[in-house]
């Protein structure tokens, strides 16, 4: 799977989302290196802090089926510009999914292609807990 049609799974996901408050639909796309792909939606409640991104979805749905090789995240939503990882997400997908791509994808359907730790630099990981 190429990264232009992640990014269309990750749009096509937006629909699945559940932004009941903010009317903000985002659409994440989580690829694993054998070829599967699980979407997320984000999910919100009237309790704010207990609403839950796209992505962390995909990747809770991921690990919770089994899955540890992921290869790319593909993000979409409701906003004209590129619409990267918040950083509680970001924290997630590089310690659950290590160093993969992070597509992300505007309403031009133009992609930008970054790896997560250009996002988070100096990440806190498994090492710092073993100094």
Request: proline share 5%.
């Given at each position: 799977?190429?990264?232009?049609?992640?990014?269309?799974?990750a749009?096509?996901?937006?629909?699945?989302?559940?932004?009941?408050?903010?009317?903000?639909?985002?659409?994440?796309?989580?690829?694993?290196?054998?070829?599967?792909?699980?979407?997320?939606?984000?999910?919100?409640?009237?309790?704010?802090?207990?609403?839950?991104?796209a992505?962390?979805?995909?990747i809770?749905?991921?690990?919770?089926?089994?899955?540890?090789?992921?290869?790319?995240?593909?993000?979409?939503?409701?906003?004209?510009d590129?619409?990267?990882?918040?950083?509680?997400?970001?924290?997630?997908?590089?310690?659950?999914?290590?160093?993969?791509?992070?597509?992300?994808?505007?309403?031009?359907?133009?992609?930008?292609?970054?790896?997560?730790?250009?996002?988070?630099?100096?990440?806190?990981?498994?090492?710092?807990?073993?100094?």
């Open positions: 799977m190429n990264n232009r049609q992640l990014a269309e799974k749009v096509e996901a937006k629909k699945i989302a559940l932004p009941s408050y903010s009317n903000f639909h985002v659409g994440s796309a989580l690829l694993t290196k054998e070829g599967k792909i699980y979407l997320g939606g984000n999910i919100e409640t009237p309790s704010y802090s207990l609403t839950i991104c992505e962390r979805t995909a809770f749905k991921a690990i919770s089926e089994g899955e540890r090789n992921f290869s790319a995240i593909a993000i979409a939503s409701d906003s004209p590129y619409c990267p990882p918040c950083g509680a997400c970001r924290q997630v997908i590089i310690d659950l999914c290590g160093n993969i791509d992070v597509i992300m994808i505007n309403h031009k359907n133009e992609i930008k292609v970054v790896k997560i730790s250009e996002l988070l630099p100096l990440a806190f990981g498994d090492e710092d807990l073993k100094k």
